[in-house]
């Protein structure tokens, strides 16, 4: 055993000594100064490069800024005139600025500055500055902009050049792509169709295959916001209500919601046994809001096939519409192994019927715990 120990003690020390000695070798090989110098070249090349790039950029930006410097100076005459409501008949553009106009980043420079422009002014001031855009012969490169092929966010940026300038007789080539496979694109393009057409664009809905984020839906009820003359699209509801794409029936739901369309109950009620769980969520939030006598009803026969919170939605809605006729059944939720349930239901039947708060307490002196502490809840809050 001795023999043995001494044998791999010498073999582990032998091992560590020539590891040693080929580490100091490779430390000593490339700490030597035909290393150190080709490693002093190497990162001086790098350094060079690094310079060279920061240059070229700063060469670029320089070169820009003083492009669109000579923009900005030959377009705010013309933007001063503009708001002053001089009429573009009386307004000559120069022959420097078509010149320039050739130049690609001074040309978006100006369509930016347009399109801020006619965010800021509306009536006249508003016109005259499509007027510009159109003079200025800028269209055609959104139309450009709108056919490319390689690039998404060139052709979203087309597209959002064109609704915003108001040019409606793109309007077919901006539809063409409401379901466009990328998501910029046709976020882009549904928008430009409604804020182009207002109610009536909403025709897209009838076509599109892919999902609508919430963000787009907030946007697209956010542009319908801005016509005043609301528009009666009930007849187009129930179609969209069937969709097979999840999101269009939730974003048709949020317009029964938004204009209170409660000619189409009916088809919001099929709604609650729809397959997809934010279809239900939102028939509902949507059922709520247009509510009628027997909405309480509606809500406690789907009551047990949904979701905790959507359960815990209902009960907190039925707390401003339950009548006498939901007490049996709110009674029965007491039970609920639950206990948010039980808490909820409480504070509706004490809302809802007369001898809620007397069940209550007789609930409280069987079983204090924890009817006794939920009655006392309930007694705060009514």
Partial sequence: MLLLFDIYHISF????????????????????????????????????????????????KKRNFFYTERVRNLLEPMISHIIMEESMDTIQIPQK????????????????????????????????????????????????????????????????????????????????????????????????????????????????????????QLKLLEQLRLYPEKQDISD??????????????????????????FSVRKYVINCLVHPAYQVRSQALKTMIRVEDETTPVVLLGYFNKESLSDQVFILDALRAIATEREAGFLQKL???????????????????SAKGLDILEKRGAEQPEPYYRIYRHVKTVK
């Avoid at 002093?40 to 310079?51: D, K």
């Avoid at 269009?248 to 938004?258: M, S």
């Fill in 13 to 60: 020390h032998s091992g560590y000594y020539l590891l040693n000695n080929a580490v100091t070798r490779t430390i000593a090989k490339y700490l030597s100064p035909e290393y150190l110098i080709l490693g002093a070249e190497v990162l001086g090349i790098l350094i060079a490069i690094v310079v060279t790039a920061i240059y070229v950029y700063l060469f670029y």
């Fill in 97 to 216: 600025m078509s010149r320039i106009l050739n130049h690609p980043v001074a040309r978006q420079y100006i369509v930016d500055e347009l399109i801020r422009c006619k965010k800021n002014f509306s009536g006249f001031v508003a016109q005259q500055v499509i007027i510009l855009y159109e003079r200025m012969e800028l269209k055609k490169y959104s139309l450009q902009k709108v056919a490319d092929k390689t690039s998404w966010h060139v052709k979203a940026q087309g597209i959002q050049e064109l609704y915003m300038m108001d040019q409606h007789d793109a309007l077919k080539m901006i539809y063409r792509n409401t379901n466009s496979k990328n998501e910029f694109v046709r976020m882009e393009a549904q928008t430009g169709v409604i804020h182009l057409t207002g109610f009536p664009g909403l025709r897209f809905l009838d076509v599109i295959s892919y999902p609508m984020t919430e963000w787009q």
């Fill in 236 to 261: 187009k509801i129930p179609k969209w209500l069937q969709s097979k794409n999840n999101t269009v029936v939730v974003f048709a739901l949020k317009l029964v919601d938004e204009y209170q369309l």
């Fill in 334 to 352: 007491l039970d609920h192994e639950n206990d948010m349930i039980k808490l909820k239901a409480a504070i509706v039947l004490a809302a809802c």
